[in-house]
């Protein structure tokens, strides 16, 4: 064959295979950048999430009555160190170039920064505390005055014997709500940051399971000494008391 013809040959194939190789470099070099925005993009949804739910638990405890002042200060600057943490770490992920320091980042936000875990649910527990406390004492002013219907009643030579009876049943479901969520509040104080040890999971995860339970039953208890209190004042307005 002639050389001038394989070299013709050679120079068209060299052209195609650039012409093939360049536009996939292309797309791979855009596929990455296109990469690294949708992980910033998901990391940075993440961040604003956890953000959300901190400040949500925030203005609760801004709401909280039966907490000290001291208490809820405290409270308040161990959420907001958190919420400067992850706007420290999403500022970190948005300014980052290269795709592997961008990745380590990114899993740092479930992996390293893992207090979120523990100051959330601690918060929380305190608000569903505080809103128990609040309304147990609601409860007690009433059964108080209802008590004071009832001696009125027995007074007048009426049969209060059901009343004295429902009223029993207030006074120790109310009481026992405050067992259970003074147990939920000490429960929940030795939580820990995990950072990955599965004994300490597993520890937090049972202290949550018990602190729940405590205010789920406290919540029944002040539901059960509220419908206590109903009956007693529907049987005293029969009396006309």
């Given at each position: 064959?002639?050389?001038n013809?394989v070299?013709t040959f050679?120079?068209v194939?060299?052209?195609?295979?650039m012409?093939?190789i360049a536009?996939?470099a292309?797309?791979a070099e855009n596929?990455?950048?296109?990469?690294?925005?949708?992980i910033?993009?998901k990391?940075?949804?993440?961040i604003?999430?956890r953000?959300?739910?901190?400040?949500k638990?925030i203005?609760?405890?801004n709401?909280?009555?039966?907490?000290?002042?001291?208490?809820?200060?405290?409270l308040t600057a161990?959420?907001n160190?958190?919420i400067?943490k992850m706007?420290?770490?999403?500022?970190?992920i948005?300014a980052?170039?290269d795709?592997?320091?961008?990745k380590?980042?990114?899993?740092s936000?479930?992996?390293?920064y893992?207090?979120f875990?523990?100051?959330?649910?601690?918060?929380l527990i305190?608000?569903?505390?505080d809103?128990m406390?609040?309304t147990?004492?609601m409860?007690s002013d009433?059964?108080?005055?209802?008590?004071?219907?009832i001696?009125?009643?027995?007074?007048?030579?009426?049969?209060?014997?059901?009343?004295?009876?429902?009223?029993v049943?207030?006074?120790?479901?109310i009481a026992?709500?405050?067992t259970?969520?003074n147990?939920?509040e000490?429960?929940v104080?030795?939580?820990?940051?995990?950072f990955g040890?599965q004994?300490v999971?597993d520890s937090?995860k049972?202290?949550l399971?018990?602190a729940?339970?405590n205010?789920?039953?406290?919540?029944?208890d002040?539901?059960?000494a509220?419908d206590?209190g109903k009956?007693?004042n529907?049987a005293l307005?029969v009396l006309?008391?």
């Amino acid at each position: 064959m002639n050389k001038n013809i394989v070299k013709t040959f050679l120079s068209v194939g060299m052209v195609a295979l650039m012409l093939i190789i360049a536009p996939v470099a292309a797309r791979a070099e855009n596929n990455g950048a296109e990469s690294m925005v949708t992980i910033k993009a998901k990391a940075d949804q993440k961040i604003t999430l956890r953000v959300d739910m901190l400040n949500k638990v925030i203005a609760r405890i801004n709401d909280m009555k039966k907490i000290s002042a001291t208490d809820k200060a405290t409270l308040t600057a161990k959420l907001n160190v958190e919420i400067g943490k992850m706007n420290t770490l999403k500022a970190k992920i948005d300014a980052d170039t290269d795709l592997a320091v961008l990745k380590a980042d990114v899993q740092s936000i479930t992996t390293s920064y893992r207090e979120f875990k523990v100051v959330r649910p601690q918060a929380l527990i305190r608000a569903a505390v505080d809103r128990m406390d609040v309304t147990a004492d609601m409860l007690s002013d009433i059964a108080a005055k209802l008590q004071a219907r009832i001696t009125a009643a027995q007074t007048a030579g009426k049969d209060v014997t059901a009343m004295n009876a429902s009223m029993v049943t207030m006074k120790a479901k109310i009481a026992d709500a405050h067992t259970q969520y003074n147990n939920a509040e000490t429960a929940v104080a030795p939580l820990l940051p995990d950072f990955g040890v599965q004994t300490v999971i597993d520890s937090n995860k049972a202290i949550l399971v018990a602190a729940k339970a405590n205010i789920k039953t406290g919540a029944q208890d002040l539901k059960d000494a509220r419908d206590a209190g109903k009956s007693i004042n529907q049987a005293l307005r029969v009396l006309g008391f």
